[in-house]
């Protein structure tokens, strides 16, 4: 294992940003693995933690096929990370909104740049991410139909679903999203925690990337086999809104399978604790998302629900 | 009239309501012209609620001379203007990057969607932004170069001092501008002033030129100034000066004054060490239409955009 810092940026009031890359392996660049680009990813940055740790031990009993390159990044973010923000400690924007970035402009744009350049022209990009929504969701792969995705390579996580997703506009300035338009196969993990860490996700999702390498041939590893994925296409997936305002009382877990009519979670009055709304399911099917605050507003998005699926 | 334009219930015994006041002249006949006047998309950016008011009071004093309806828009992320907080708050989002919504997408796109839908059909929409807490624009109006030719002859009778007629971004596809002016309703995008400030000086400049253009469009026949004439962008090139280290930036010039290629813009300087960082050198000659206002700086900071040229 080779650790380097990938990219630096100075400051007056706080200790320098360094941003570590891990190495392993020699030889092509076969796989990089990015992990939380915003600051409340914290399970992001411990899936890539163990993925280092496992990797390193891997390098040191030959499991490392000659030939192949991986670089690990578990945090580009750690200055936000460090004072309880998501996005950058100065001016709140995005580094993942900034991707291909452009090493002259503004403080995120370098550092997206700067990343950009070094995890760009691998085989592979896998980045651990969340969504902008609090909530839960079945593990799962989830790709950008650019025009260059591959989903029969998503299966090879072996994780139980793939979701394609169809780009909009403020999807393109992504690190996903530039990495496939830059000729890298590009993946984006979700597990089921952001802020915290689940260590059975962690876990699966530590699993399911050394069983990728191992398929695409970059490491010599004995995993169980995993899933034959569900491929699923994100405008497939049902809605299920509140249409009550209040405190919110889920009863299904993601991964469920779940009945038409039946109820998925209440909404009580705040103040006097009544149940003022039943939301039923629209559909019968298995929970892929699932809304996790004790409070919610009208008209949130408190479930997805992949439609007549059985488990 | 108030109208509530969306509302959506609060958790705790509120509701988040984005509202207007449609004013419409008493005595108008036929098919009305409408205006539409927005801000507050970004909670930081107050210059807006300047104009909002005083249009609002101009319209009342002279309500005889209005001849068609004046949308007014104050506040479209309330919230955010409340909690001085630039995205939608909750959701941590830019609201200026999920438009035209969508009905039957997460709140913040139920909102944007009933948004589009409210101004749909106007004849005319003014998106009245004020840079952001770190910079201090001079009022301007920024067109892509997409829409360059059907928007220019507006912004020319707007009262402002620059039109920056600027390259397409994908990203920007989401903004309301864009997703108006893809439906038929030109939008102009007003940006002045500073986030977080009301610049009074600005506030009566762009409500005169919203007259300015009201009566143009037939919507107002009461008396106005001669809007100003602003410099257009492609009378020169836009440079950019952006800090290479981190500091307190401290400028040497004014804002919207002439400047000489190679004198000095401002310092950064470090105040641990009591020494200069960087000297920050103009680019061009020209004038210096955005300049940072706010001193913390790191690398990559936006200290300044000079517009290359002579102007007098």
Redesign the interface.
Known sequence: MRKEVIYQ?????RDDLRIYGYHFGKGEKSACIVGSMRGNEVQQMYVCSQLVKALKELEGHGGFVPGSEILVIPSVNHFSMNIGK??WA???TDIN?MFPGYD????????AAGVFDVVQHYSCGIQFTSF??PGDFIPHVRMMETGFQKPSLANLFGLPYVVIRKP???D??TLNYNWQIWDTNAFSVYTNATDRIDQVSAGQAVASVLRFLTRMGFLRYTSHSGYIATVVREDDLK?VKSD????YRRLVEPGQEVKKGEVLAEVLD??EGDVVSRILSPERGIIFFAYAQP???????IFKIIKRLHQ | MIKTVVSVGLPVDEKLRIRKQTMEGPEAKGEKKRICIVTGTHGDELEGQYVCYELGRRLKEQKEHLKGIVDIYPALNPLGVDSITRGIPMFDLDMNRIFPGNEDGPVPEYVASRIIEDIKGADLCIDIHASNIFLREIPQVRISEMTAKALLPYAKKLNIDYVWIHGAATVLEATLAHSLNMIGVPTLVVEMGVGMRITLEYGRQLADGIFCLMKELGIWDGDVIRPKKPIISTDGQVGFVNANHSGIFIPHVDHWESIRKGETIGEILNPLEGKVEENLYSPCDGMVFTLREYPIVNSGSLIARVLGGEFH
Do not use: K, S, W
């Open positions: 940026l100075g400051n007056t009031y998501r996005f100065v001016d709140n909104r002259q402009g503004e403080t995120t744009q370098r550092i902008y929504m909009r506009p403020v393109t300035t809605n009550a305002a209040g405190i705040p103040h409070l919610v507003m009208e008209r949130a998005i």
